[in-house]
């Protein structure tokens, strides 16, 4: 920390040429420098970084991080139509190995944690790097890849991380902050009204596998994490759709199919009242949280009690053994003026994003990971050291 190598960093990256050689390895390295002690004392590779506004370097960055998870995507994607899985058994597979170490099924891309670090604190940290992210970079050419930090086939499975990383820990972090930041997006786009026109069934869908998988693992997984938190997250975000989905749903059809999606997955919503509800009337350290989630499930559960019947009486009357979708939506429209709600206050409420202490124990756990990994993969021997010296000797 004596001798600040931060200009050196910025001048590889503001530049095509020493940028496409070692581009890459100088974003890793960026990232590690602002997350050294960084909770202990003054990092001075944080104040740096926080007020570089030079578009050439910012852009530079951009390029490298871009490049970088660009690949990450393209080695998933041809990994996802290998084993010619689906949507569905990809989800299955990738949340269980995040919370199973020995999970059976893996996926073999080796998600690159360090480029993540790095775009974290990129975008932390400094505000002129925002607008990078809205830009489009003409040198798609750029060679950013690692060539010695990353090893040709990565073997490590899609969600999980190194030996060295306490991966459940890890990733139970991170499923749970991609919730909340579902949520955080959910509230923004309620607030300012603002439709999007995707396909939120895939987002439904989602969910109810992840609540799935932690009703199929409750045992394993309530010995280190409390689910119930999860759980409670993702049961409120379908309240959030219940309640404010009219602000934010980009079409009424796409109210007819949440309802649908919820009727339809209804033993999901059923099996998960059965678990929290035993739980909370029990004496035990998830009495609490398993309760929350009790109160929470009130409208869910009275849309599946209101519509279920309906249903089935549909199908009776019309002597139609297993209706279609399109005959089900039919019965969702037909029957929202009987349908009682509860209004449940706080839902477009979150607490704001901060870093310390909170998340502290995640980043050093993290910053450890990427510093073993970066040490056990890095070779010099490709590498000429002269050619290196001298670069960095010019520079000023």
Known sequence: MINSIFEAILQILS????RGQHGYDAVVLLALLVN???????????????????EPTLDGMGMVVHQALTEYNRQYKDKEEENQGGFFSTLTSMVGSMFIADADEKLSVQTNEAILLALYEAVHLNRNFITVLAQSHPEIDIAVTPTTTTPTTPTTPLGT????????????????????????????????????????????????????????????????????????????????????GDTFLPTSNSYDELYYEIVRMHQVFDNLYCMVLRVSTNTGQWKEAASKVTHALVNVRAIINHFNPKIESYAAVNHISQLSEEQVLEVVRSNYDTLTLKLQDGLDQFERYSEQPKEAAFFKELVRS???????????????QDVLLKEFSTIS
């Open 15 to 18: 530049d095509v040429s020493s």
């Open 370 to 384: 990427i510093s073993l990994n970066v040490r056990k993969n890095v070779s010099l021997n490709t590498l000429s």
């Open 36 to 54: 050294y002690r960084k909770y202990e004392s003054v990092n001075p590779y944080i104040v740096k970084l926080s007020i570089v506004d030079d």
């Open 161 to 244: 991380t190194p030996p060295s990383l306490d991966s459940n820990f890890l990733s139970y972090f991170l499923c749970r902050r991609c919730v909340q930041i579902i949520h955080k997006l959910l509230c923004y786009q309620k607030k300012c009204r603002i439709r999007l026109h995707y396909t939120w069934r895939e987002l439904w869908s989602a969910l109810i596998n992840l609540l799935k998988f932690l009703l199929s693992n409750e045992t394993t997984l309530l010995a280190k994490h409390n689910i119930f938190h999860l759980a409670l997250l993702v049961v409120n975000l379908f309240n959030m759709f219940i309640t404010y």
